[in-house]
């Protein structure tokens, strides 16, 4: 998720989740019938595609009995249910058929219809099941938690790519940025924006505005700096700052931030809360102008 702000304020949030494409009329209990030929069929095309918009080739899927396993009908919530069998996925996209005879049969379905699924290299995992003529095919990419530095070396981090980022001329969404000078490091900017991820993770939300109304030019205020114009980028759920900052130039609002050359300094910081099994990161940037 992302969200940026600067005064006056723009908000521009995003959210992904877990995709299941096609429906089953009701759960499909896997069965071990031939269903691995499928599973083999979709790495070959997957190592040598055809008639898929020119996609590229993509490395094969390795074969994860959990996703054979997971029973997905109208409704299942698929990550939920990989999770309850062991298997922990930060993607993850069902496919069911109805009607093929064979895994010749279903490949030929899946490639006129779901080839661009089949070919996304950000899947590395598959696993499939049939009962009769019906066909479940499950996709999927591991959580991967990285260990992330403290908040202020990943904040430094961040300060690098934002200062790669306005080193170019840049266009967010529709509007057109030259190149601006880097901003520089402030430590009062690095503590409110700790503040308020501390206060994001710690209580699940995701705003810019804390629970008791405040924004970031209080938090700026809080913080000991006086300032001229004051503007803030969120994010959650990047895995490191370096996402945090590819996903922020993603975003129109969160870029023109980045690029505005009235901000001259800049603080970031991110927080965890401990009782989070996923270890959410919960990221805060904040770029101001002193008075």
Same mark, same amino acid.
């Given at each position: 998720?992302?969200?940026?702000?600067?005064?006056?304020? =723009?908000? +521009?949030?995003?959210?992904?989740?877990?995709? @299941?494409?096609?429906?089953?009329?009701?759960?499909?209990?896997? $069965?071990?019938?031939?269903?691995?030929?499928?599973?083999? @069929?979709?790495?070959?095309?997957?190592?040598?595609?055809?008639?898929?918009?020119?996609?590229?080739?993509?490395?094969?899927?390795?074969?994860?009995?959990?996703?054979?396993?997971?029973?997905?009908?109208?409704?299942?919530?698929?990550?939920?249910?990989? #999770?309850?069998?062991?298997?922990?996925?930060?993607?993850?996209?069902? !496919?069911?058929?109805?009607?093929?005879?064979?895994? +010749?049969?279903?490949?030929?379905?899946?490639?006129?219809?779901?080839?661009?699924?089949?070919?996304?290299?950000?899947?590395?995992?598959?696993?499939?099941?049939?009962?009769?003529?019906?066909?479940?095919?499950? @996709?999927? &990419?591991?959580? *991967? !938690?990285? /260990?992330?530095?403290?908040?202020?070396?990943?904040?430094?981090?961040?300060?690098?790519? *934002?200062?790669? =980022?306005?080193?170019?001329?840049?266009?967010?969404? $529709?509007?057109?940025?030259? =190149?601006?000078?880097?901003?520089?490091?402030?430590?009062? @900017?690095?503590?409110?924006?700790?503040?308020?991820?501390?206060?994001?993770?710690?209580?699940?939300?995701?705003? &810019?505005?804390? #629970?008791?109304?405040?924004? *970031?030019? /209080?938090?700026? $205020?809080?913080?000991?700096?006086?300032?001229?114009?004051?503007?803030?980028?969120?994010?959650?759920? %990047?895995?490191?700052?370096?996402?945090?900052?590819?996903?922020?130039?993603?975003?129109?609002?969160?870029? =023109? %931030? !980045?690029? %505005?050359?009235?901000?001259?300094?800049?603080?970031?910081?991110?927080?965890? %809360?401990?009782?989070?099994?996923?270890?959410?990161?919960?990221?805060?940037?904040?770029?101001?102008?002193?008075?």
């Amino acid at each position: 998720m992302l969200c940026s702000i600067s005064l006056p304020a =723009a908000l +521009q949030p995003a959210a992904a989740g877990i995709v @299941l494409l096609g429906a089953a009329a009701a759960l499909l209990a896997p $069965t071990p019938a031939r269903a691995d030929e499928l599973a083999d @069929l979709v790495n070959a095309y997957r190592t040598a595609p055809s008639d898929c918009g020119g996609r590229p080739a993509a490395p094969p899927l390795v074969a994860e009995a959990a996703l054979s396993q997971v029973q997905v009908g109208t409704g299942t919530f698929l990550e939920s249910a990989l #999770k309850r069998l062991g298997y922990r996925a930060d993607r993850a996209e069902a !496919i069911s058929l109805t009607g093929p005879q064979d895994a +010749q049969a279903a490949m030929a379905v899946l490639r006129q219809k779901y080839c661009a699924r089949l070919l996304d290299p950000g899947l590395s995992a598959i696993g499939t099941a049939r009962r009769g003529d019906a066909w479940q095919v499950v @996709l999927a &990419h591991p959580l *991967v !938690i990285p /260990e992330l530095p403290g908040w202020e070396a990943a904040g430094a981090q961040i300060l690098n790519g *934002v200062n790669r =980022a306005r080193a170019q001329p840049r266009s967010c969404g $529709t509007q057109s940025f030259p =190149a601006a000078p880097p901003v520089v490091w402030n430590g009062r @900017l690095g503590l409110a924006a700790l503040a308020h991820s501390s206060n994001m993770a710690e209580g699940h939300y995701f705003s &810019h505005k804390e #629970k008791d109304g405040s924004g *970031v030019a /209080e938090r700026a $205020t809080r913080a000991g700096y006086t300032w001229r114009a004051v503007g803030e980028n969120i994010a959650s759920g %990047n895995r490191t700052p370096q996402e945090a900052v590819a996903a922020w130039l993603d975003s129109p609002g969160h870029c =023109a %931030n !980045i690029m %505005n050359p009235v901000f001259t300094e800049m603080g970031a910081a991110y927080a965890i %809360n401990p009782d989070n099994e996923n270890r959410t990161p919960y990221w805060t940037q904040v770029f101001a102008k002193p008075r």
